[in-house]
Each structure stands twice: as structure tokens, then as C-alpha cells.
């Protein structure tokens, strides 16, 4: 089994590999050298004029070139790329790793933002706001949304990957929806006098990335 692995190898082998992918179009995995940092892609042969190289928010990098250009070539194609790619690659973990940071999970979030409707309720009542029907659901563009005519308040289960001030924010900002239904001026000095840290939340829970 040993020899077997070691002959699979050997350069004749590596050589046999590649050109059976040149001609079949046969995705190979590669590796180099960028900096000093190995960094592994997929290397494809295809009918294209020119080499291309794509980054996808995985990080994974596919490189496409014809079958008639040498492996030299498309080394040297990379390495000068060298810094594009590996900002890129940061970029991507660093992206993976704020998309992967949960604070709570999503039943404990619906049990947070639950208690929490009920602690900035009475500031609300005492205007005459009646208790709102809470609901919960999925939503990218948005961490949530308050119905004025039907009193119901939806918020993101996605903010279980937020702190408790952000979240403690968008509930706030949601109750407060129901003094001044759109973005003016007078709904930000109301949410001021109850969460004055609201820009401060706001910016965080911008830099949160929900995939």
C-alpha cells in the first residue's frame, strides 16, 4: 500500500494526472506558494483566451486556463495576484467568522427579546400604546418591524448573532414605531431619550453579516 501511495507520487504519475484532466476538463486540486502562505485552488482546463481566477465567499478559488498554457504560466499568473488573493482570503474569514459568532440561540433569543418587550413596555403604555402581539421570523434586510393598525411587532431571529445592547435596541426602535410610524426627526430624539446609545447599536449590527 505504501509503494502503491508512493508511486501515485511520483512526477510521471502527477504528469499522467494532469494531462488526463487537460483533456477532460477535470477539475484537479493545486497547491502554492503566495507569500509564504500555502493556499490550495481548483485548477480547470477550458476553451478560454485568457487565465481567470475567481475567489468565492468561501474562500474555495477556482483558476480556469486552456489546456495550452504550461503550468509555469499560471503559476506566475498567481503570483502576481499574490496580494489580491490573500486580502481576499482574509476578507473571507473574517467575514465566515463574524457570520459564525452566535451570542444565543434562537430560542433564547425569542425568550430574551420577549422579556425585554415586557421591561420598556410600561414607558410605552403610560402614552397610551396597547401591547403589541409579538411575532417572530427569518429576514435579511431587516432586524425588525412594527405594524401600527394590526399592534403586531416582528423581530429577526437572526439577532440571536447580536450582543443583548443591540438587541435591547431594535426593540426600542420597534416600540417607538408605534409614536412615530417613519424615520423622522421626531422618532430619533423619542428613541434618544430611551436608548441614547442607539448609533452606537445601529453601527454593530451593520457590521453583522446574515447569509
Known sequence: MGD???????PCVL??????????????????????????????YKRVKNINLRIKPDGS?????????????????????????????DKCE?????????????DEVKNKILRLCEEVYPYYKEKGIQYPQIKFRKMVSRWG???????ILTFNTNLMYAPTEC????????????????????FYKE??????????????LKEINIR
Open 4 to 10: 502503491c501511495v508512493r508511486r501515485m507520487q511520483s
Open 15 to 44: 504528469l499522467f494526472l494532469q494531462q488526463l484532466c487537460k483533456k477532460n476538463g477535470i477539475k484537479m486540486i493545486r497547491e502554492i506558494e503566495l507569500n509564504n502562505r500555502t493556499v490550495k485552488y481548483d485548477l480547470q
Open 61 to 89: 478559488i477556482s483558476v480556469s486556463a486552456h489546456k495550452r498554457i504550461p503550468q509555469t504560466i499560471i503559476d506566475d499568473f498567481l503570483i502576481s495576484k499574490s496580494d489580491f488573493i490573500l486580502r481576499a482570503l
Open 94 to 106: 473574517s467575514e465566515q467568522a463574524r457570520v459564525q459568532k452566535r451570542y444565543f440561540s434562537e
Open 145 to 151: 418591524s412594527c405594524h401600527t393598525q394590526k399592534k
Open 167 to 186: 438587541i435591547e435596541y431594535v426593540v426600542y426602535h420597534e416600540f417607538t414605531h408605534f409614536l412615530h410610524g417613519n424615520h423622522s426627526r421626531k
Open 191 to 204: 428613541l434618544e431619550k430611551v436608548f441614547p446609545k442607539w448609533k452606537e447599536c445601529r453601527s454593530k
